[in-house]
């Protein structure tokens, strides 16, 4: 197994749960791969894809970071292009049951870093693997009171604290704060509201 610093990004569907149980599933089988779809192809900074789990993708990128600036211009793109394939799903698949639910789908996406994450070929995937990947996940579960923000962990904003880190970045403000995880301890981070990005 290879193991190096690693980049981990994870866009996942909020309100899918919701989604899935209130919808037939002729429908959610055409939503859902199309926005994890639009949400890969609009990869702009060379992350690879390790797992699609269902209402997420796990991007990584190992060697070195992208630049602070990048990786959140990336971050915004995620999020523009999930709401406008939202918006044509919406309207393409208005009348059928379940159509309600759609435009209550959102986006929250994390970032965190590793310095010893480790590769294993299964098949024609990577498979992550250590203790960072299972702080990323985890991660998703916080106690963030919103549905679509943008989750930096500490360990990822280290790495950048040579480079001059806005906090505000016209479309919210960092926040900080953190997490204690069974096993894990204390993990902290910054997250910024992802809903102001809109238009």
Known sequence: MMSSPTLICIPD???FTEFMSETNIELSAKVIPSLLNNIIYSNEINLKVSEIEGDAVLFFRKGKLP???D????CKLFFNEFYKQLDVLSQKYSEE????NIPKLGLKIIL???????????????KLMGEDV????R???NDIKED????ISEALLDQYKDEVIERNFNWGELKDNDQKYRHLGEINYSYVKMHKLIG
Request: glycine share 10%; charged share 20%; hydrophobic share 40%.
């Open 13 to 15: 569907i909020s309100g």
């Open 67 to 69: 630049p602070f600036k």
């Open 71 to 74: 990786l959140i211009t990336q």
């Open 97 to 100: 049951k379940g159509i309600r």
């Open 112 to 126: 965190h870093f590793g310095d010893d994450v480790k590769s294993v070929q299964i098949g024609n995937r990577i």
């Open 134 to 137: 299972i702080v990323a996940h």
């Open 139 to 141: 991660l998703l579960k």
């Open 148 to 151: 679509e923000y943008l989750l």
